[in-house]
């Protein structure tokens, strides 16, 4: 007979991936602010003569690291998109115990 997953297990499962996504997501976040902060403060150091000289640098900096927020935003809304359809599909099959709201509110 084939492997039961109790509702427990799906809970667990996942709870255990929505928390790996909160931690990548938070760790991605602080490392862009830091690389921001960074940038931020090499430009206030300089002198308004050496901001023009590197201000194509600046400039590809700072589009990197918009860049990165929004395939951060990607990410985010792909795995958002993916769990409300696991959680409408099991709501769905059991009425019974409905846990897309829940869930979503998080």
């Not at 109790?6 to 997501?25: A, C, N």
């Not at 700072?62 to 927020?69: E, L, S, T, W, Y």
């Not at 990607?74 to 696991?86: E, P, Q, W």
């Amino acid at each position: 007979d084939g492997f039961e997953v109790t509702e427990t297990d799906f809970f667990k499962s996942l709870d255990k991936e929505m928390e790996k996504i909160e931690e990548y997501t938070s760790c991605t976040i602080a490392e862009l602010h830091t690389v921001l902060n960074l940038l931020k403060t090499e430009v206030q150091q300089l002198s308004a003569e050496d901001i023009t000289t590197r201000a194509a640098d600046f400039e590809l900096k700072a589009k990197k690291i918009g860049d990165d927020f929004l395939s951060l935003e990607k990410f985010v809304n792909l795995n958002f998109r993916g769990f409300y359809k696991i959680l409408k599909k099991h709501d769905k099959l059991l009425p019974a115990t409905p846990c897309r709201q829940f869930y979503m509110a998080r």
